[in-house]
């Protein structure tokens, strides 16, 4: 359970930065988790029930695999119940996840998809979280300019660029990407890293190299998918702002005679900025599809390129462990987005 | 002395009609340039999708297994004679392949022979709507020396071909998963707004539960679960069912909040009063206050979906072979590692039609948004 350690790191590192005696963040978040525990059962009877209506019985593809013991397989068919009916194998599939986080065994791999799941999720997340912050890292200041400096030929054309980038799929993008870097490297040989997520010799590096190594193999890939969606977030932000610039309380501040840095960057840009802060969790679940298809290009250790490997052999409790937990994943970036929000936002309570 | 008026400047008046939202919407749209490329731009488009077959100098899979020509590299097409400099008819020059020894490589090289270009010539059998055909726009009447205007791909087949029949499939799959998307999301959010109850509860947790799984990793799921081999054409459909699938929460949910408030409306209340049955009111009164929602939703939803099918059919989950779709064949750009790419570039020319086809639904579209929003008028 190494996520839940950094977890409880980082709910308590924000805790003591939102509480300004407006609520607890722990009960908080407690309360947000039991929330989302309807939805999180459904989804994964919905995920069940999918797997259950694949053709065949989930040990016979098991069946034909030399690796497999037959002990292993019988054991499955014990700890699935699957002579029993559907909703009763349903209940045994949760109870084994709860309770042993026993999502099933991975016939690929014969290995517990457990074991075989938690570092491509955890190498997503590397990834993921590079493209949020070069996601709003390049789309607010892109809109907040755009606000200011309205119509002017920076604007214009950086809108232009932008939306001719919306009609690019990621994975063609990240294609012409390799093409010109493949020219450049031949050109000038240049090292830049493409493809995969470390170097050769990444065992014999020490930490701070690994790191540095790891985060040059990420960047191109994040940089691809965050520049790809950029537009459409840095036209609303931009659409936002100005509708801030022109009310009342920015002209008050204005005839007051604040300077015009803060009357953008501290009347504007923080009430312009919330609504978008709200949504980071709203914008996750495209993120990772996005950064999944670069996934594939890049060759990068991550859940997409598994999952396809999984869908080829019908590894199924692989498909479904993967959903399961990337949506547990996704409730839990909603409500650190929704604390992040509290942290900001001075009106809103955490009651 | 009588005055004879020019005919041309007369003002004829036109009755005084009262306009149509829809006819107002033409015609704000009719002054927006942008759009008017983008309208252009998709019926050429379908144009070329509908005549793919005459246009194409080949079959779908048509290739020699006796003349292997993958990744053939593109012929140039010379319109000027090589010794005198005149102009002649366009011609390409026939290509040899060599094993190169140091690399193991099978190289192309160009030779001096000439293949002529010829128009309307004779080829592969196709059916055009319905009316068979064999005459295609051009060839070269000779199968060892083909027009390759984009390159071969890794079973030697013309890109150019493939790429033509494969718009059939890309421009088609989009529009058609918008379509069941929309009805889908129509029929469901309205009967959650109608029924209410637990019909309601149920379709809005569903659209919830299926909104809080990542939808690439839920279409895996779903593929997963139907048979691996299925019939092509099938395939196709289960491609559109699966897109609709999970795109379908959003309408059915903007329909459900519209039809809630509008029901309410004094129009709804009066048709009521009159007598008027639920499903009068529902088809008469109640969902053509969403046909501006409908229209501009549709049409800026499809740009989406074409980039999402492409990328579906790039990473397998699409189109099968024998069909092609843009996505799909850029999938070959993958194929023998990084480096390949630069050795054939031209295996990503299929996204470029991607990108002009998504900028040209990208233009109608927020072209569309604007006319039907009256702050935009002018």
């Known amino acids: ?127 993921v979280l590079f493209i949020t912050i070069l996601y709003y890292g390049m789309a607010v200041p892109l809109g907040v300019f755009g606000a200011v400096r309205q119509n002017s030929f920076a604007d214009k054309a950086i809108n232009v660029v932008m939306y001719f980038l919306l009609g690019f799929p990621s994975f063609f993008l990240a294609l012409l990407a390799i093409f010109f870097i493949l020219q450049l490297r031949f050109k000038y040989h240049w090292q830049i890293p493409l493809g995969g997520m470390t170097s050769d010799n990444f065992v014999n590096m020490s930490f701070w190299q690994r790191v540095g190594d790891v985060a040059k193999h990420l960047i191109i890939p ?23 610039l022109h009310s009342d309380y ?35 679940p495209a993120l990772i599809g996005g950064a999944g298809f670069v996934e594939v290009v890049f060759a990068y250790p991550g859940i997409t390129p598994m999952l396809l490997d999984a869908l080829n052999s019908k590894d199924l409790y692989l498909i479904a462990g993967f959903n399961l937990m990337t949506t547990i994943l996704l409730i839990i970036g909603n409500i650190l987005a929704d604390i992040l929000l509290v942290a900001v936002d001075p009106r809103v309570r955490l009651e | 002395m009588t005055t004879v008026s020019d005919p041309k400047k007369v003002k004829v008046l036109k009755p005084d009609r009262s306009q149509t939202q829809i006819g107002i919407a033409l015609q704000q749209l009719r002054k927006n340039p942008l759009a008017r490329f983008g309208g252009f731009g998709l019926i050429l488009l379908y144009i070329m999708a509908i005549f793919a077959p005459f246009i194409a100098p080949d079959g779908l899979s048509n290739y020699s297994s006796s003349n292997i020509t993958k990744f053939h590299p593109i012929t140039p097409i010379h319109i000027h004679d090589p010794a005198t400099g005149s102009l002649v008819r366009p011609f390409v020059y026939k290509y040899s392949q060599q094993l190169n020894m140091t690399t193991f490589v099978n190289e192309f090289q160009m030779t001096k022979e000439v293949c002529p270009i010829y128009y309307f010539v004779r080829g592969d059998k196709y059916r055009i709507l319905g009316i068979p055909g064999n005459i295609h726009l051009f060839g070269t009447n000779n199968p060892e020396c083909k027009v390759y205007l984009f390159g071969a791909e890794t079973l030697g087949r013309d890109l150019f071909t493939r790429i033509m029949y494969a718009s059939q ?82 309408t059915a949910r903007a329909t459900r909040a519209q039809l809630m408030s509008v029901r309410e409306l004094d129009f709804a209340s009066a048709a009521k009063s009159l007598g008027a049955s639920d499903s009068r009111i529902l088809w008469r009164h109640l969902l053509p206050t969403m046909s501006s929602y409908i229209i501009v939703g549709l049409s800026l939803s499809i740009p989406g979906m074409i980039l999402f099918e492409s990328s ?65 008028r002018h």
């Not at chain 1, 537009?231 to 509708?243: D, F, K, P, Y």
């Not at chain 2, 569903?206 to 690439?216: A, F, K, R, T």
């Not at chain 2, 779903?222 to 099938?234: C, G, Y």
């Open chain 2, 312 to 376: 579906l059919s790039f990473i397998g989950i699409g189109a099968v072979e024998p069909y092609v779709s843009w996505g799909s064949l850029l999938a070959q750009a993958q194929e023998g590692g990084f480096a390949s790419i630069t050795q054939r570039p031209w295996v990503l020319i299929p996204g470029l039609f991607i990108v002009f086809t998504v900028m040209c639904f990208q233009l109608l579209g927020d072209g569309l948004r604007d006319a039907f929003d009256p702050r935009k």
């Open chain 1, 1 to 127: 359970m190494i996520e839940g350690g950094s977890l409880v790191r980082a709910t308590l590192s924000i805790w003591w930065v939102a509480t300004g005696g407006r609520g607890f963040v722990i009960p908080f978040i407690i309360r947000r988790l039991v929330q989302f525990i309807p939805t999180i059962l459904l989804s994964s009877f919905l995920i069940f029930i999918v797997i259950s209506l694949a053709p065949g019985d989930f040990l016979s593809t098991a069946k034909l695999n030399p690796n497999i013991s037959p002990e292993i397989i019988a054991q499955q068919r014990e700890n699935l119940g699957l002579d029993k009916p559907v909703l009763i194998q349903y209940f045994l599939w949760m109870k084994n996840i709860i309770l042993h986080a026993d999502f099933g065994i991975s016939f690929a791999y014969t290995q517990p998809v457990w074991n075989v799941m938690i570092p491509r999720i955890i190498n997503s997340l590397w990834l």
């Open chain 1, 222 to 244: 994040a940089f691809i998918v965050a520049i790809h969606s950029v537009a459409t977030l840095s036209r609303v932000i931009r659409g936002q702002m100005l509708e801030v």
């Open chain 1, 250 to 284: 920015i002209r008050t501040a204005r005839a007051k005679g604040v300077t015009e840095h803060t009357a953008i960057w501290k009347h504007t840009f923080k009430n312009g900025i919330l609504p978008f802060v709200a949504n980071i969790g709203g914008e996750l």
């Open chain 2, 169 to 250: 499939i890309s421009l088609t799959i989009g529009l058609g998963a918008v379509l069941v998307t929309t009805f889908l999301g129509l029929l469901l959010g309205g009967m959650a707004a109608y029924f209410g109850g637990w019909i309601d509860i149920f379709i809005m947790r569903l659209v919830e539960v299926i909104g809080s799984i990542p939808g690439l990793f839920l279409i895996v799921l779903l593929r997963a679960a139907l048979p691996e081999n299925i019939n092509p054409i099938l395939g196709l459909y289960v491609v559109i069912f699966l897109l609709a699938l999970i795109d379908w929460g959003g």
